[in-house]
């Protein structure tokens, strides 16, 4: 599996995520071949759990929640450029 075949989980998540959000709202899932295979109380557990029967990096775990902050993120920094 390759970072295309994530993106697929990605966008499966995406154009899914109200319905998702109803059903597991606040949980990470475990999305592979655009369903989900597992529901967990934390993204550690949720590897760890599924690792024992997926390869890694054969499945996507996505923080499951209204809005797009549990799949986006703002960095910051003090650099100046003069």
């Known amino acids: ?3 295309s075949s994530l993106e697929k989980e990605f966008r499966f998540y ?3 995520q109200a319905e998702l959000v109803k059903k597991y709202n606040g949980k990470f899932v475990v999305i592979k071949d655009a369903q989900v295979i597992g ?3 934390s993204e550690v557990e ?5 690792s024992k029967t997926h390869a890694l ?8 929640e ?5 799949y986006t ?5 003090r650099v100046v450029f003069v």
């Open 1 to 3: 599996m390759n970072a």
């Open 66 to 70: 209204p809005g797009t902050e549990s």
């Open 57 to 64: 990096g054969t499945f996507l775990v996505q923080k499951c």
């Open 73 to 77: 993120q703002t960095y910051h920094s």
């Open 39 to 41: 529901a967990y109380d």
């Open 14 to 16: 995406l154009d899914n």
């Open 46 to 50: 949720a590897v760890e759990k599924t």
